[in-house]
C-alpha cells in the first residue's frame, strides 16, 4: 500500500507563502484524489481540497478558495498545497491524505494519511 | 455546507465500559459517514467508513450505526488505548467535505 511522506515544518512571515508536499512512498499515486486537511493547534480537522493526480482536476473548500492551489507533477509523483497571504490564524499542521480502502469514490474514506507538516505563521 | 454536530464534545469513561458519541447532520447525508480516531501528534485513523463498515484491521469493539441525520459510534469494552479523540466526517456533500467537531474520550 502506498504511503504518504509530507515535507518538513516551515516558520512563515505573515502575508508570505507557503507549500508543502505531498509524496508516494512505495509506489505510484492511484486515481484515488488526494486531500488536504488543516488542524490548528488544539482543534478539530478542516479540510481544505482535493486533487486528481494523474488528471490535475481539483476542488476547494469554500472558505480556502482564492488561497490555495493544489498542483501534481512528474508521474505524478508528488502533489503539493500552497496557501497563499498567510495569518497568524494559519498556523497548524497540514496533513494530505487519500481513499485506498476501494471503496466508491464518494465514501472519500482516508486509510492512508502523510505525518503531517506544521505550519507557524508570526511575526 | 452540511454541519456536522457531534455530541459529547469530552466523556470521562472507566476502561471496560461502553461508549457512546453520536453525530448529527445539519441534513440527510444518507450513509455517507466515517469515524476517525486521533492520538495527540498522530494522524487520524479510519475507523469506520459508510456509517457502519468496519475498518481492515479495526477491533470489533468498534461499531458504527445510522442512517440519514444521525449516526453513532460505539465502543463496546473501552480499552486504554482507545483513549483519544473521535471525529464524524460526512462525504455527502462535496465541496466542502466536513467533520464533526470531535469528541475527547478520557480516563475516568
Known amino acids: 500500500q502506498v504511503q504518504l511522506v509530507q515535507s518538513g515544518a516551515e516558520v512563515k512571515k505573515p502575508g508570505s507563502s507557503v507549500r508543502i508536499s505531498c509524496k508516494a512512498s512505495g509506489g505510484t499515486f492511484s486515481d484515488s484524489a488526494i486531500n488536504w486537511v488543516r488542524q490548528a493547534p488544539g482543534q478539530g480537522l478542516e479540510w481544505m481540497g482535493d486533487i486528481l493526480p494523474k488528471l490535475g482536476s481539483t476542488s476547494y473548500a469554500p472558505k480556502f478558495l482564492g488561497r490555495v492551489t493544489l498542483t501534481a507533477d512528474g508521474s505524478p509523483t508528488a502533489v503539493y498545497m500552497e496557501l497563499s497571504s498567510l495569518k497568524p490564524e494559519d498556523t497548524g499542521v497540514y496533513f494530505c491524505a487519500t481513499d485506498q480502502t476501494g471503496t466508491p469514490a464518494q465514501y472519500d474514506a482516508f486509510d492512508v494519511w502523510g505525518q503531517g507538516t506544521l505550519v507557524t505563521v508570526s511575526s | ?108
Open chain 2, 1 to 108: 455546507d452540511v454541519q456536522m454536530t457531534q455530541s459529547p464534545s469530552s466523556l470521562s469513561a472507566y476502561v471496560g465500559d461502553r461508549v457512546t458519541i453520536t453525530c448529527r447532520a445539519s441534513q440527510s447525508i444518507s450513509t455517507f459517514l466515517n469515524w476517525y480516531q486521533q492520538k495527540p501528534g498522530e494522524a487520524p485513523k479510519l475507523l469506520i467508513y459508510a456509517a457502519s463498515t468496519l475498518q481492515s484491521g479495526v477491533p470489533s469493539r468498534f461499531s458504527g450505526s445510522g442512517f440519514g441525520t444521525d449516526f453513532t459510534l460505539t465502543i463496546s469494552g473501552l480499552q486504554p488505548e482507545d483513549f483519544a479523540t473521535y471525529y464524524c466526517q460526512q462525504t455527502f456533500i462535496n465541496p466542502p467535505l466536513t467533520f464533526g467537531g470531535g469528541t475527547r474520550v478520557e480516563i475516568k
